[in-house]
């Protein structure tokens, strides 16, 4: 397994987690989680890369349910970064 199919397999095995806890309710186990998954991915993959912008996605819904709305406002601006550069 090449370094990047680990990174990918490790990426996709933080997301699931994520998914599960956020739909448990635990919003900031869910929030860390999405945080791992983006720091992993991002040292490998293009940020434009549709897995990427699903993470900072579940990642924006995890801030909201918390009510951390400045933290929120940040992901928010980097997903409008990101679909104005297509």
């Known amino acids: 397994m090449?370094?990047?199919d680990a990174t990918v397999a490790k990426t996709r095995e933080l997301h699931i987690s994520?998914?599960?806890v956020f739909e448990d309710g635990n919003y900031a186990h869910a929030e860390k989680l999405y945080r791992a998954a983006l720091n992993v991915l991002g040292t490998v993959i293009d940020p434009m890369h549709a897995t990427y912008?699903?993470?900072?996605?579940?990642?924006?819904?995890?801030l909201e349910k918390q009510h951390?709305?400045?933290d929120a406002k940040h992901v928010e601006l980097l997903l409008k970064?990101?679909?104005t550069e297509d």
């Open 2 to 4: 090449s370094d990047l």
């Open 18 to 20: 994520a998914q599960k």
């Open 53 to 62: 912008v699903d993470l900072l996605n579940g990642l924006l819904t995890c």
């Open 68 to 70: 951390k709305a400045e």
């Open 81 to 83: 970064q990101l679909n």
